[in-house]
């Protein structure tokens, strides 16, 4: 890995600079910009940091005064949607008073021209755009990337069905899942930072991402075990031998490089580390523990990994079996810098544990709902007890996703269904609206009132009954699709950001012990129903409505009222099981008032990753 890599900013984007050929380059460079304007343009529109009732449109042009600048914004083809969507089919041009318009091409140009307009000190101001920029280099390599990749599909799979996802089901490839969300990798669909990974060089995220399928090789490390805390999901257990268990290799050369440093291995524990980790942030950080002999890094000891869908959890030899290792990267990666916290490495296995018991009693609200385990936790214990220390050097060990496949079972990542087929080049959601339903506008609509009923009666289900709101957005989401490709299942993971609501869960007769007040569990019931409103019905359900919609060219508002309705459905369904007061005020929130609108721009612009939400009219009302 490079030591010190070239700081990008937009200067330094050279089409030139990266190993494709160069008809894939000016396309990918196009095609990056447009996707950086769009998400810039529809998260300022959004977040109010530009006020769409002031939009004066004539035909298919959208002009905005800026008042405070003296200065017009001129949208060719813009259109703005009931969740703050944005389609902008053209250009985008910035004209200054007595002066000549001006094109703007990308994120960080548009953002330059709105200075003036936008809150925040020039400082905030430069830090967003230095991470705009990055983001369209990562999404240029990208594209560049995924033409070579998708004729390589085409040759892999294209001789059998039409469709890429039967023809991946019905391969011999050892872990479909796995190659959907890396192909998936598209980013998150708010964010305009959504492929920023601050600190890399290019060759570091070619090396590093999902999107070009590395192998990582992925060091073990051994920390003294009465330096660490670890938890088991199943309440107790013995962690070497549990790692033993599933990396007999590497655990066989980590004891051996152990016993030939004189060590006794029974006083260590296995830690992989990332290795961008291993290389660029543990030598310094963790200097003193190394000094001590608290930590020690063993030459040759690894494990070959490759990314899933967020970058940072990586899958051992990707095989459809062993454990996902959830692995600390202090890097800044789309919004927050993407460490293990103690508070993960604790809460993970004990959220498993309260979900299992949650599922048992359900038995998955009638099969609709499974969770993707967080079996084992590790963090450093830190000396003085300083978490952020800790968090950097920590693992979640979760159970495979591809494991829960099987006879009329098929996991398809919910991300994934946004990317584009390798065969038609649609969206993925269309094949299986194709393959379950017929490939037409009423197929579509039926296809999203059952992956609507299958998510909102797993979610909404275990959220009214028990207080629980998952981060069920499309990366942390799997739909299980059946032998006919109908959706079946919800199969959630991540508990890292999971909300309760305690009064409910404790109504419900289960409780859970939190590891830090104020975390997961909370007395309040907003900050809970504002996790599940942004990550399932916007960044998920609605999200779906709208590529159906516009992939179909049918009315978006055939979607909405589907989605109303399935929503209203489970609130009827459960309404016996239900506080009467909750019930009400549950449903008024959803389908009534208001819904919460995550700002992200804000939120990179003050420089916080705690959530700042505006507010959206409620799309269902
Ligand atoms: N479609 C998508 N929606 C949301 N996030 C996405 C998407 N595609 C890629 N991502 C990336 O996935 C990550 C999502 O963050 P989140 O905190 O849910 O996951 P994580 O904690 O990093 O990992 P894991 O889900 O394995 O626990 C971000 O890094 C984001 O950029
Ligand atoms: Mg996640």
Not at 109 to 131: F, M, Q, T
Not at 288 to 304: T, Y
Not at 329 to 358: E, Y
Request: hydrophobic share 45%; glycine share 6%.
């Amino acid at each position: 890995m490079n030591a010190n890599p070239k700081p990008l900013d937009s200067t330094a984007l050279d089409s030139t600079d990266h190993p494709f050929d160069a008809v894939a380059s000016e396309l990918a460079w196009s095609e990056a910009r447009k996707r950086s304007l769009q998400r810039t343009v529809q998260a300022l529109f959004r977040e109010h940091l530009l006020n769409r009732d002031q939009l004066i449109t004539e035909g298919a042009v959208s002009w905005l005064p800026l008042w405070s600048q003296q200065g017009m914004l001129r949208f060719d083809g813009l259109a703005l949607g009931r969740i703050g969507d944005c389609r902008l089919a053209g250009s985008v041009s910035y004209y200054a008073t007595g002066e000549r318009p001006q094109p703007v091409a990308h994120a960080a140009a548009l953002l330059a021209c709105l200075a003036p307009s936008l809150p925040g000190r020039d400082a905030d101001l430069r830090r967003l755009v230095h991470e705009l920029d990055n983001s369209l280099a990562n999404d240029i390599l990208c594209l560049g990337y995924r033409r070579t990749w998708a004729r390589t599909l085409r040759a892999e799979f294209g001789a059998g069905d039409v469709h890429f996802i039967a023809a991946l089901r019905q391969s011999a490839h050892a872990n479909p899942a796995l190659l959907l969300e890396q192909w998936g990798t598209l980013g998150h669909p708010w964010h305009p930072t959504f492929k920023t990974k601050l600190g890399l060089s290019p060759d570091e995220v070619l090396a590093l991402s999902p999107e070009f399928q590395p192998t990582l090789q992925v060091p073990v490390a051994a920390l003294r075990a009465d330096k660490a805390r670890v938890t088991f999901a199943a309440g107790a257990g013995d962690y070497a031998a549990w790692f033993a268990d599933r990396f007999p290799q590497a655990a066989h050369r980590w004891e051996a490089a152990l016993t030939a440093r004189g060590e006794r291995p029974a006083d260590w524990l296995p830690l992989p580390l990332h290795p961008f980790q291993a290389q660029r942030v543990i030598p310094q950080k963790f200097a003193a523990e190394i000094a001590q002999g608290d930590l020690l890094l063993p030459d040759g000891v690894c494990i070959d990994a490759t990314p899933t869908m967020s970058l940072r959890t990586v899958v051992p030899a990707g095989s459809p079996a062993l454990p996902h290792l959830k692995l600390p990267v202090s890097l800044r990666l789309t919004s927050v810098q993407r460490t293990v916290s103690p508070k993960s490495a604790v809460m993970g296995p004990r959220l498993t544990r309260l979900l299992g018991a949650v599922l048992e009693r359900e038995q998955g609200f009638g099969g609709t709902l499974d969770v993707v385990r967080e079996d084992v936790g590790l963090h450093y214990l830190d000396p003085h007890g300083d978490d952020d220390r800790a968090r950097h050097l920590a693992i979640l060990f979760r159970a495979n996703p591809m494991a829960k496949a099987g006879a009329g079972r098929f996991p398809v990542p919910v991300g994934a269904l946004f990317a584009e087929s390798p065969f038609s080049g649609r969206p993925l959601a269309t094949e299986l609206v194709a393959l379950a339903h017929g490939d037409h506008a009423a197929g579509a609509v039926a296809y999203f009132e059952r992956h609507a009923r299958t998510v909102l009666t797993a979610l909404l289900s275990a959220y009214l009954v028990y207080g629980i709101a998952f981060e069920a957005h499309q990366q942390n989401s799997f739909i299980m699709v059946d032998d006919r490709y109908e959706p079946v299942q919800l199969l959630a993971r991540d508990f890292g950001d999971l909300r309760i609501h305690g009064p409910t869960l404790r109504g419900a007769g289960l409780e859970i012990d939190v590891y830090r007040a104020g975390f997961t569990v909370y007395d309040a019931d907003a900050p809970v129903r504002d996790k599940l409103l942004h990550a399932v019905l916007l960044c998920h359900l609605a999200e779906l409505a709208l590529l159906l919609a516009h992939a179909y060219g049918h009315a978006e508002h055939h979607f909405w009222d589907a989605l109303r309705r399935e929503i209203d459905a489970v609130f009827i369904a459960l309404r016996p099981r239900v506080d009467a007061d909750r019930w009400q005020a549950e449903r008024a929130a959803l389908l009534e008032h208001d819904w919460p609108a995550k700002s992200f721009l804000r939120m990179r612009l003050s420089d916080t990753s705690d959530d700042v939400h505006g507010t959206m009219p409620n799309p269902l009302a």
